[in-house]
């Protein structure tokens, strides 16, 4: 096995494929890149932990009497639906990560390695499920601090979180194929908020479908915003009309539906992004 | 398969431009071949093509007997890629970027660590080494973008441009580290756009304009391809300078050059030393520099690409190290 003949200067034998054990384990390596960053630079976490603590208290405390008459009925409303509406900003750490890399060279030096093809892509997709438990552990925990009160039980809160995660695992790649396709990672940023916060608010997660005028209604209906913001109330708060308001129906219903869309996401995005990604590089 | 690295006909075009338009190169194993050409020749994608990270259009390359688009994952456990611009994650430490690398090629963390210890201190950046890289300065990132493609010691290292942003000190190092891989059996594609690096590395050096090999040989064969040699004198004096210029006027049977107090003419017959030696000494002129030299790689490549290299003459065409011949 050692033996080596005279020609190249070295010739181990060469194995002409990644297992996908190694794969798997390449993809951890590279995301454990992104905790280090996070380790590194604790101001990162802040940057997408900040603006949903800023939005919990901001609409509980300076809207929320208005629009529910007490903030408290308000706060257990509101704070499902900010779960998922931020789920959905931090996806975009992924488009962020993949266009630095891609703008900076780090990509290339990926692919020139002997490492799966899949393992870059699969790295950031993976790192970014880490901040996004954090994140919504995060605007849980402000809400329970402030009063928000589970009405079913852990089991209930446990698959809302579950769904979240597997909603934002496929919604990563609606954020894959903005980092691909935008020139520099400022602009991913721009492509956040001028894309996330209009569908993000249009949608039931600060108020009920049935205040908003009939034409909007329809879009907010099938907004998978609402649909997910539904499903995380009735998991989290139970089939009942608990310190709201507004009835919060039952959780079959919208668990399915926010599936579907996860689905159909994944289905029309990936194919796209690896598209949009193999043509770039 | 003698060859390191070997290509044909590689062809690849970009919308209307033709990148490479049918390169053919072969590489010995354990020699540096450098690839010399002007911005946009084709130079970096060459390179992509080899490094498996660009497929051709058209055209065969293998690397050690594998080919960079079938067997592109053995021809990646084989290589070393130093790109253009630097791709070091800048949200990293030095170490952390070597670490990344070694854990990746499934290097055992202890080991994985010690190499990028050694490789540090190789580059001389043990004192940044828990740094961020993005505190680094655009020759500290160079150097650990270089010691990223040295952490799996690779057979075959290709360097894009790889002291481009060096400072004078760095790149001589810099040369000295490829020729101790070098020697320690390595085969090294080195692009580059100055010439006297070419000059100084490359057992072979290949020529490339508008995606088309223009030229290649040893440096040596390049220059005699041009056939003149170049004629310098330099008068102590700078009255001399009217005369000079004519005596070197009249042998060479060609306007002189005249830059400063130095005044060079390309000429084809090596006698014209002596006579120029015996002309001056005639007119009581004392010179402080007076030699025949080949043309340098500066020369060649304005006669091969009909525009001038990249370069600014900083050590080039002054410099007395090139001398073959010179009298006093
Ligand atoms: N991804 C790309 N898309 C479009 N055109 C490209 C692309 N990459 C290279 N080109 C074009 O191909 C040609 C060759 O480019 P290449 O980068 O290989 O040149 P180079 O010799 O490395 O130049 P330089 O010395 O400036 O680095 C150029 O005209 C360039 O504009
Ligand atoms: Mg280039």
Redesign the interface.
Known sequence: MTAITA?????PA?????SPI?GVR?SL??A??TI??VR??PWELGDFSFQPIMFVLLFTFVFGGAIAGDWQGYLQFMLPGMITMNMLFVTMYVAQGLN??LT???F????????ARW?PLAGRIAADQVKQAWSIVLVLGIGLIMGFRIGTNVGGLLVAIVLLLVFALCFSWVSVLVGVLARDPERVQIFGFTALFPVTFVSNVFVPTETMPGWLQAFVKVNPVSILSDACRALMLGDKTVGTPWHVGSAGPPVVQSLIWAAAIVLVFAPLSVWALKRK? | ??H?IWAEGLVKHFGETKALDGVDLAVR??TVLGLLGPNGAGKTTAV?VL???LRPDAGRASV?G?DVVN?A??V????G?T?Q?????????GT?NLL??G????IPKPQAKQRARELLAQFELTDAASR?TKTYSGGMRRRLDLA??LV?RP?LLYLDEPTTGLDPRARAELWELIRRLVAG???VLLTTQYLDEADELADEIMVIDHGRVIASGTPDELKAKTGSQTLAVRPAEREHLPIVTSVVGELACATPDVKGRLVTAQVTDPKVLPAVVRKLDDAGVVVTELALRTSSLNEVFLTLTGHPAEETDENGTDGSDQTERSAA
């Open positions: 020609t190249p200067p070295s010739a060469l194995s002409p494929r990644v190694d390449q390596t590279l454990w890149r280090v960053q590194h630079n630095t890399d900076k060279g780090v290339d030096r990926l692919r020139s390695l002997p490492i393992a590089i | 398969m003698d390191a194993p354990g992509r490094a498996t990270l050690n594998y067997d994952h053995q990646r456990q084989l290589i890629l790109g611009y630097a791709s070091v994650d800048e949200t990293l430490t952390e990344l690398i854990r990746l090629l499934g961020a990223s493609s799996g057979t059996g390595t085969t």
